[in-house]
């Protein structure tokens, strides 16, 4: 089970944190992923982390503003997002590996 949490609305250049924490599989060997769902448009892959934290991935768009992080002893993965940009405001959703097991999602809007 996934379930994140730290969706807000935040003004445009704004930052914020949404976090996730995993249950029900061996977190610590998994990749994970968040990947977001704008209105009206497809999901769209984010950002991607090993197991160990030492590789990650980001969409083009996101780099340099957006950072994924994990922390193995509590189960949880983080997006930090910063420069907010309206075109950021989508439903985030934490994915382990694999994409068979996906969050419930969490809201950022951008405005």
């Known amino acids: 089970q996934l379930v994140e949490s730290g969706g807000a609305l935040v003004q445009p250049g704004g930052s914020l944190r949404v976090s996730c924490v995993a249950s029900g599989f061996v977190f610590s060997s998994n990749w994970m992923n968040w990947v977001r769902r704008a209105p009206g448009k497809d999901f769209e892959w984010v950002a991607a982390i090993s197991c160990d934290s030492r590789i990650t991935y980001y969409l083009e768009a996101v780099k340099g503003r957006f950072t994924i992080s994990r922390d193995n002893a509590q189960n949880m993965v983080y997006l930090e997002t910063g420069s907010l940009k309206e075109e950021d405001t989508a439903v985030y959703y934490c994915?382990?590996?694999?994409?068979?097991?996906w969050g419930q999602g969490t809201q950022v809007t951008v405005s």
């Open positions: 994915v382990r590996e694999g994409f068979g097991t």
